[in-house]
């Protein structure tokens, strides 16, 4: 599994590569923005943007700002055109549907994916929440699509009336096969107690519990990124799927049981992968007995 870090801080991303694990590089509007506030002083954001794809020999996500596919279309000619010499490791970030409310049109992110992919600029199909958007992105021919794992445990949480920063903070874990196992007790309670046809049919408060902790079927952003990889693997597309909006190290290790091409990660989470307090225990331990003639042999 390729490991990106998810960040527009050069800081982050330089003792990223100076680990020798990184294989690109995902930004995105807010990021630049976290990145520029940061900054001692003003920011050069094109030397900062240049810098970023000289320190990475690997993908570098850049997102456009417009939301109708000629728009769309312009702005990323125009990153590619002005930054892909640098170091050829532009991809342009094109979000799956950029409607903002009802009346918009759904299909202007498709679209501008299926121009720029005949032009040969690689797309990154970036704010992909389920399995059909990731389908409508492929066949476009996005390069890549990046299912975003923890705003989906948001929603469901948001959904079961749990608020983030109130209920739990933004790095916990969402439990989502512990939630399965609690729904399915009640469902099968119920069942017990009254006919399933009842339940199906007539019973609003079990219907309720048939969507509950999950969005229309997916039960966790994980479990969403294991649908859209089974999905795409039944198929004949070249997209290669980012799990993005990680969260946590367990769920990079889902990722990668489940066979995800790449995980876009924030810089804590790759320093979560490397830490076990066991290992430091075992560490010192070792290094407490090493005895002086060992320790000189190794020195001659
Ligand atoms: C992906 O490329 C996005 O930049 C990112 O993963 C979003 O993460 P967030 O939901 O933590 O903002």
């Not at 002005?82 to 679209?111: A, L, Q, R």
């Not at 009842?198 to 408060?205: C, L, N």
Request: aromatic residues 8%.
């Amino acid at each position: 599994m390729d490991i990106f870090v998810d960040t527009a801080d050069l800081d982050e991303i330089k003792e990223a590569e100076s680990w020798g694990i990184l294989d690109g590089v995902t930004t995105n509007p807010s990021l630049i923005k976290k990145a520029a506030s940061s900054e001692q002083g003003e920011m050069n954001l094109e030397e900062h943007i240049s810098e970023i794809l000289r320190t990475v020999d690997g993908p570098v996500s850049l997102e456009v700002t417009a939301v109708d596919q000629q728009d769309m279309v312009d702005e990323a000619e125009t990153l590619y055109d002005k930054f892909n010499e640098i170091n050829d490791n532009v991809v342009v970030k094109i979000p799956v549907n950029t409607s903002m409310g009802k009346n918009d049109d759904d299909f202007e992110g498709v679209k501008a994916i299926k121009s720029l992919s005949e032009t040969g600029i690689p797309v990154n199909c970036t704010l992909v929440m389920k399995p059909n958007q990731a389908i409508m992105a492929a066949k476009a021919g996005a390069e890549y699509v990046s299912p975003f794992l923890g705003r989906i445990d948001d929603h469901i949480r948001d959904q079961m009336g749990l608020k983030r920063g109130e209920d739990y903070p933004k790095g916990t874990y969402y439990p989502s096969e512990m939630v399965e196992r609690v729904r399915n007790y009640h469902i099968q309670r119920r069942i017990s107690e009254r006919s399933p046809e009842d339940i199906i049919y007539k019973d609003e408060e079990s219907m309720e519990l048939f969507y509950w902790g999950n969005d229309d079927g997916v039960l966790s952003g994980v479990d969403m990124v294991w649908s859209i990889k089974n999905i795409l693997d039944n198929y004949t597309f070249d997209t290669k799927i980012i799990a993005a909006s990680i969260r946590t190290a367990r769920q990079v290790r889902q990722c990668a049981e489940i066979g995800v091409e790449i995980s876009t990660l924030p810089f804590s989470v790759i320093e979560d992968m490397m830490s076990h307090h066991k290992t430091s225990e075992g560490m010192k331990a070792f290094d407490d007995d090493v005895i002086p003639e060992y320790r000189s042999l190794l020195r001659d």
